[in-house]
Nanobody, 125 residues
Framework: QVQLVESGGGLVQAGGSLRLSCAAS????????MGWFRQAPGKEREFVAAISDSARSTYYTDSVKGRFTISRDNAKNTLYLQMNSLKPEDTAVYYCAANPRNWGTSHLSKSYDYWGQGTQVTVSS
């Protein structure tokens, strides 16, 4: 069992940066693959990025490659998403998620066991 709490969202102008954090409770964080998803109003939740338990592997959706970086600090039980060169289309509620069924399904929201409550990111033009 793990509980996830996101923070770091806010309002930023286009071209700006934000860093999201996801604090995890429990001692098993280091053993989980982790992911970030986002959901804009009226749209389905979509995959943003995933990271393996050791952080050796990462995976991004095409629209954020080169702009976003997923990372983790297993000693601090924390997942991060550094977001640079933000665009208005990045506006959404961002969620962290833990423990997908396997790495091959880490881009699928239905694969994850645990979810945070979300943090709002708004990018103004």
């Amino acid at each position: 069992q793990v509980q996830l709490v996101e923070s770091g969202g806010g309002l930023v102008q286009a071209g700006g940066s934000l860093r999201l954090s996801c604090a995890a409770s429990g001692r098993t964080f280091s053993g989980y693959y982790m992911g970030w998803f986002r959901q804009a109003p009226g749209k389905e939740r979509e995959f943003v990025a995933a990271i393996s338990d050791s952080a050796r592997s990462t995976y991004y959706t095409d629209s954020v490659k080169g702009r976003f970086t997923i990372s983790r600090d297993n000693a601090k039980n924390t997942l991060y998403l550094q977001m640079n060169s933000l665009k208005p289309e990045d506006t959404a509620v961002y969620y962290c998620a833990a423990n997908p069924r396997n790495w091959g399904t880490s881009h699928l929201s239905k694969s994850y066991d645990y979810w945070g409550q979300g943090t709002q990111v708004t990018v103004s033009s």
